[in-house]
């Protein structure tokens, strides 16, 4: 007999979770996309975690990782699937408002995600002699503030300023900026 949980999803005021509490997800962690993709669920950590193992060993060019749901937050798991930090790769939930973009001639905006999987909206304005570059937060919970670091990882999103406090894997990318640089 179906519950009135079942039926959430109908309902745009609630803010509907389909993942349970302790559940194993395996996430497609690269290439990251506006959506999270998820492989694979399951309450069994091993066969989880094999299934995450076999993932990426078939796919060159994807990575995949696994995840665990605690207080309605993807965790990165340790050895023994318990939860271990908070992950960069969540289930954001993408204001409405910003799947309908407008159309103007002097306006280009779309969504677009940071390289630890955070969306973000930015518009660029041309005018006759000038152009304006507006980055803004796009999820539900927090839009329209104006942002020039990512809010997640804190990496910089404007080109100019190179430096990231985090890489895609926990790395410092300066370092990786000033080694290329060397070359």
Not at 14 to 32: A, D, K, R
Not at 35 to 60: I, Q
Request: aromatic share 12%.
């Amino acid at each position: 007999m179906d519950t009135e949980r079942d039926f959430l999803f109908l309902n745009d005021t609630h803010t509907f979770n389909c993942f349970e509490e302790g559940e194993y997800l395996v996430i497609q962690t690269y290439p990251s996309g506006k959506k999270l993709r998820v492989e694979h669920r399951s309450f069994d950590y091993r066969a989880a975690k094999n299934y995450c193992d076999l993932e990426s060993m078939a796919h060159d060019y994807t990575s995949f990782d696994l995840r665990i749901v605690k207080d309605s937050k993807l965790w990165t798991v340790d050895f023994d699937g318990n939860p271990q930090s908070l992950s960069e790769q969540q289930d954001w939930k993408i204001a409405q408002k910003y799947f309908q973009l407008h159309k103007d001639k002097n306006v280009e905006c779309e969504i677009v995600v940071c390289q630890c999987s955070y969306p973000y909206f930015s518009a660029l304005e041309i005018g006759e002699y000038s152009s304006q570059l507006r980055l803004e937060t796009c999820l539900v919970e927090d839009n329209s503030r104006e942002i020039d670091q990512c809010p997640n990882c804190n990496c910089a999103l404007i080109m100019g300023e190179r430096t990231c406090s985090r890489g895609a894997y926990g790395q410092d990318a300066r370092l990786r900026v000033n080694s290329l640089e060397s070359l």
